[in-house]
């Protein structure tokens, strides 16, 4: 099993649409959470943390359910600006610190 | 515009030649990170810096091999690669690396090596 896996896509819908995808992590001991941004051809940038409470930041919803070991981004209204390859990141520091990408969820929104 | 600078942004090369990437951040952060990414792989973590003392090595082969002069450059030294070794290798950048790890990395543009 990965140790983190997300659904590779390509997701494709309506602008304005509502899209939402999960990442699921298999080590329990994981401390920290992030959704990246990776655009064709770019470096990944930092979307959001994603917090034991959840968190909102404008159209994104990041949660963290740790019981079941996946953590989501939900996308409302979606533009056009938001097609992009969406980034799981999964932290553990210990004695073998890890951060481990997931290999990304392709989306890609049409007019 | 990004914090983090990479050079060269394209590089070929064949498997005897020695050649280094860089890597310079701007941000005033303490730790830096060297990732390799494949072709429909995931960014795989090489090496991590923190205040210049290496702290991770992810079973990288010794054919790569890291530099840290000083908490704002970061070096990749490469020497008899193989073709399997022809990826993007972004640096990266983040205030700190420790126990509860949970800060934002910021990237450069990468570096993309083609090995003939």
């Known amino acids: 099993r990965k140790e983190v896996e997300q659904d590779p896509g390509p997701f494709n819908v309506p602008e304005g649409a509502t899209v939402a995808f999960n990442c699921t992590y298999s080590n329990s001991a994981s401390q920290s959470f992030f959704w990246y941004r990776q655009d064709c051809r770019k470096e990944p940038k930092l979307l959001m943390s994603v917090y034991s409470s959840g968190n909102e930041d404008g159209r994104f919803t990041a949660q963290l359910n740790r019981a079941s070991q996946y953590i989501s981004l939900l996308i409302r209204d979606s533009k056009l600006s938001d097609s992009a390859t969406y980034l799981c990141?999964?932290?553990?520091?210990?004695?073998?610190?890890?951060?481990?990408f997931g290999s990304g969820t392709r989306l890609s929104i049409r007019p | 515009e990004t914090g983090v600078t990479q050079t060269p942004r394209h590089l070929v090369m064949g498997m005897t030649n020695k050649k280094s990437l860089k890597c310079e951040q701007h941000l005033g952060h303490n730790a830096m990170y060297w990732y390799k990414q494949s072709a429909k792989k995931p960014l795989e973590l090489m090496f991590v810096?923190?205040?210049?003392?290496?702290?991770e090595n992810n079973s990288v082969p010794s054919r790569f091999s890291p530099e840290c002069p000083n908490s704002s450059h970061l070096f990749l030294h490469l020497h008899t690669l193989q073709p399997e070794d022809s990826a993007l290798y972004l640096c990266a950048s983040s205030q700190d690396f420790g126990q509860g790890f949970n800060q934002p990395q910021h990237f450069g543009d990468g570096t993309r090596l083609s090995i003939l």
């Open positions: 810096y923190n205040f210049k003392e290496q702290t």
């Open positions: 990141v999964v932290t553990l520091y210990s004695s073998a610190s890890k951060i481990i």
